[in-house]
């Protein structure tokens, strides 16, 4: 039997239901006042259409993650250098980690509340395991990182949601010199030189 393809009326309403999601989380002062009922009545749809869409509050925020995650997932698949696969390996590195960086800047809210969807942890998310997996592989591709399994994982440790939130939050850290310690950080441990400005 073929697969049935969504009503018009339904991917209306889930995209209306993605659009109000992402401006309550861009608009909260953090990821646990948005709720469902905010969602729906933003969405101008019932809870019972949220819950047969995506099944639970988890299920919307990892819709709504991948959503606005699928153009950086694109770039890094099968677009130009910094981040394409045609871009040296040395140069992909820090390029991947600030796309990361930066997609949590702009999706701070959304992102903290992604990594509170792992349980225990947020690195049993599909998301983190497509990064982490993405970044072992290019750094499996320089000279000296025969296994880049735990060096993934200490380089995306550095971009974590409640880091850069704490970062920008509570120490007041800006955008640009995140983004240029990042650089810097990954440099040093690359053993190549930091970027200038």
């Known amino acids: 039997m073929p697969e049935r ?3 018009a009326d339904a991917l209306r309403n889930r995209e209306a ?3 109000a999601a992402d401006r309550l989380f861009a608009a909260s002062a953090g990821p646990d006042e948005v709720t469902m009922a905010d969602i729906a009545a933003a969405a101008g749809v019932g809870k019972g259409t949220l819950f ?3 099944g639970d509050r988890t299920g919307l925020i990892r819709a709504l ?3 606005r ?3 950086v997932r694109r770039a890094v698949a099968e677009g130009p250098p910094p981040l394409g696969p045609a871009t040296p390996p040395a140069e992909r590195v820090p390029a991947l980690l600030d796309a990361v960086l930066c997609f949590k800047l702009d999706h701070r809210y959304l992102s903290l509340a992604l990594e509170g ?3 225990d942890s947020p690195y049993r998310t599909e998301y983190y395991d497509w990064w982490h997996g993405t970044l072992r592989d290019v750094l499996e591709q320089l000279p000296g990182f ?3 399994d735990f060096t993934a994982h200490a380089l995306l440790a550095a971009v974590r949601a409640d880091l850069v939130d704490h970062l920008v939050d509570r120490r007041h850290v800006s955008r640009e010199r995140l983004r240029a310690d990042l650089a810097a950080h990954t440099a040093r441990v690359l053993g190549t030189a930091a970027p200038t400005a």
């Open 146 to 148: 025969p296994d880049g």
């Open 5 to 7: 393809k969504p009503r």
């Open 69 to 71: 995650l699928e153009p």
């Open 117 to 119: 969807t792992g349980g």
């Open 52 to 54: 047969r869409g995506f």
């Open 17 to 19: 239901v993605l659009a």
């Open 65 to 67: 993650y991948e959503a």
